[in-house]
């Protein structure tokens, strides 16, 4: 059998007319097994463009749920071996799906991720992750030269902008975290990949084009640290947050500084984020030894950086958090805690 007619494409839509026919008529010429679009509630004539294209199994009903929630439900109604999380603004070329699933052939317990590339194709949007250990996440290679990621290794964060893996292996993660409704469950997810014991390969001949702007105004910051203050919740013990303690401040002094560019409202999604993920019941992974080995310990100095000093803060603190993080490595080793 074809290894592409093994796969099942999990795309999930909320107002996306723009971009959802050539989205799946790229997917189409790559030939899965079946494209199932899960939409949530769209009011702009997605649906309509959706229903003059046969191929493809829409499902609908549920509401706005979120993408992390919509991508669960599609992941339970596939039919196929594999399954691939793809967002909807997105353009696949000739031979993503073959090259993005043939890795997981032979190997359990594997996620693979492809080069996402801007939509014009010029720069990169994300090989993967970055993944702080103080719950933040960044897209790895950002408007770098495609070159320049150009061969297989293997990562601490899958970007969910696009990603492949075993159904039943995602089934068995628990899929996405569905108290995060939108952004940050691709950085949670990658928390739990790690905790469990899977790989992330990263599979530069597999190549997705996507629509983005990296911009982060105030309800993106909710998002984004309600879903950090989760991943905290759920892996750390009081001890590892001590432990890491020094870090977590200098994070809340970075976020707050971006929060205060918007004014109050910006500090207001800031606060309540923390109010919001404090109330959510989490399960609790506790962090292990392995995960605090795979960690990122710097963040990009020039993603959402507007000037000089910003950049020189950000040098200064990376260095602050290399050594707070080789720390606890080592206190974690030794069993000092």
Known sequence: MDLNKKASVIIVTYNH??????????VLSNNPLEIIVVDNGSTDGTLEILENMSEVRVVTGHGNVGYGAGNNIGVRVARGE????LNPDTIVEEDWLFNLIAPLVNCKKLVTTPKVLLYDGSRINSCGLI???????????FKDNPAVFDAPEYLNGVFGCCFAMRKREFIELGGFDESILVYGEDTEFSWRIMVNGF????VPNSVVKHDYVLEVPPRKIYHLEKARYIILKKYFSLKDLFMILPSLLLVEFLTFGYSIKFGLRGLEYKLMALRNALVIKTDD????????LTFDSVIPVDQLTSNYVEKIIKI?????FQLNLALARRIRNFGGI
């Open 199 to 202: 790989k992330i390969l990263f």
């Open 316 to 320: 200064g603190f990376n260095k602050i």
């Open 17 to 26: 007319r723009e971009y959802i026919e050539n989205c799946v008529k790229s």
């Open 82 to 85: 594999y399954v691939v999380i």
């Open 131 to 141: 993944v702080h250990f103080t719950g933040l996440g960044f897209t790895r290679g």
């Open 285 to 292: 992974y506790n962090c292990k030894n392995n995960l605090f």
